[in-house]
Structures are given as C-alpha cells and as structure tokens.
C-alpha cells in the first residue's frame, strides 16, 4: 500500500447524536471509524488538528493511520460534515481499507498543455466541467490527480474522459464513463448598444423656445450693429426722426444757427 499520513484521536464510549453533541461542548470534533465487517469506532479529533488535515491538498484521497489510544487503524476519509456558516467540521465519517480494498473515490483533475492550446492562443477560455473524477481502484493505489492535456485543442472542442489515460488499475464509475472533462469555449466579447430616445414633448418645446431666443437678438440687433459699423468709418449718424440732431464730435465747432453771425 502507499504511504499513509498519520492523525492521533481520543476513543469515544458511546455513539448517537447526544454523545456527538456532548463532545462538541467539550470543543472536541466527534467522527466514526466503519468498514472491514468490524463493529464502528466512535472517535472525537481536536479541532486544529483536523482542520489542518483538511486543508492539505488530497484530504479526500490521502489514507490515513488514525492513532486511537494504543492500536493504528488505517483509513480513508470518507464524509466531512461542515457548519454551513464558519465551515468549521462538525463530524467526521472514516472507512477502514486494506491492501485488497477496492473502493470509489473522487479524484482531482490537473490540466497541462494550456500555453500550446491553438484554442486558448486565439483568446479561447478553458471551461472545466468536471474538475473531479470518480474511479474504482484499490485503496493503495489511489491516484494523487488524474493529468489532462488541451495541448491540441482548439475552440468549440472538448476533451472526455475516454481520451485520458488512467493510471494503471483504476476504471471510471459507471455514471463517469465518457463524461466530458473540458472545452474551449469561444471569447466573450461585450458590445454595449447606443440607444438614441425620441424627445419628450416637454423637452421638444423646451429646445424650440431656447432656439427662438438664440435667433431674436441677432435679428433686432443687426441694424444696431450697422449704424455702429457706419459711425466708427467716421460718417454722422443720422438723426432720429423728429429728434435733435447729434452733438458734435469733441473739439469740432459748431455750426452757427439760421440767421446769426458766423
């Protein structure tokens, strides 16, 4: 068999779900030990040490000697139940394996070949659809990871899992046989949409009373602007109609009145 991990827990003397709850009030995380035609083993783990194991990569496929007072039983972990809020476990289910154990285990998937993948280099996106395998092999021989390439692949192509190589002794699960494991999946482009809207009619007469404002001034002003035109050129102004004619310009005399002297 392969080599095992070890992990120490403390023997349990009764099993239901009021001795689960009592070894959680003791800060204790309650588990059993099942398989092999043997009678269950009720056992309790501290808490930082299974929550270290659980962080290891291959927790789920590791076998493990689990230390219980002064006899070694070898396991595998089999269920892990969690608190839905923290994660933190809140129990723990082990099967005793041997040698001759065949059992079903899921098994993480590692892709290579990415940076060849014709499809990934044309801005493809590497979908997974199944990023574990469930397999049938002994319990000392249970793969660490099954290897995938995409080296080949191009965009709208798939890999499935009768073109991977198992390693020696594993088969697939029934319901797993020819599953897909992954495709290329075409880029996503986003293109945002300009929608004009049609005016309110609030704000259609608000624009035409803004541009009835803008042409009116230029229309009153124009002969203003000639008459300013013409008085710079150094021509008079003519006077209003029935108005006094204008004063003279700074130091220019005056004409003398109708009938005076010069």
Not at 142 to 163: A, K, N, R, T, W
Request: charged letters at 20%; aromatic letters at 4%; hydrophobic letters at 45%.
């Amino acid at each position: 068999m392969s080599d095992a991990s070890s992990i120490t827990a403390a023997a349990r003397d009764r099993v239901g779900k009021g001795a689960a709850r009592a070894a959680r009030r003791q800060g204790q995380v309650p588990g059993v030990i099942y398989g092999d035609k043997k009678a269950a083993t009720p056992i309790s783990f501290e808490p930082r040490v299974l929550w270290a194991e659980m962080n290891r990569p291959g927790f789920r496929t590791r076998l493990y000697d689990v230390q219980v007072g002064n006899a070694a039983e070898r396991c595998l972990f089999r269920d892990v139940q969690t608190d839905p809020v923290t994660d933190r476990p809140l129990h723990v289910d082990l099967m005793r394996v041997t040698a001759t154990s065949r059992i079903h285990v899921r098994v993480p998937v590692h892709f290579t070949g990415q940076e060849k993948s014709p499809g990934i280099k044309r801005g493809g996106v590497l979908n997974v659809v199944n990023h574990e395998i469930e397999v049938v092999c002994l319990a000392g021989a249970i793969p660490e990871f099954l290897s995938v390439d995409v080296g080949h692949l191009d965009i709208g192509y798939s890999v499935h899992l009768d073109e991977v190589t198992l390693p020696a002794g594993a088969v697939p699960a029934q319901h797993f046989k020819n599953v897909t494991v992954a495709t290329i999946a075409a880029p996503t482009v986003v293109v945002e949409a300009v929608v004009e809207t049609a005016p309110t009619p609030e704000e259609a007469a608000a624009a035409a009373a803004a541009g009835a404002e803008g042409a009116a001034p230029g229309a009153e002003g124009a002969p203003a602007a000639g008459a300013a035109g013409a008085a710079a050129k150094g021509g008079a102004a003519a006077p209003a109609k029935g108005g006094a004619a204008a004063a003279p310009a700074k130091g220019a005399a005056a004409a003398p009145a109708k009938g005076g002297k010069k």
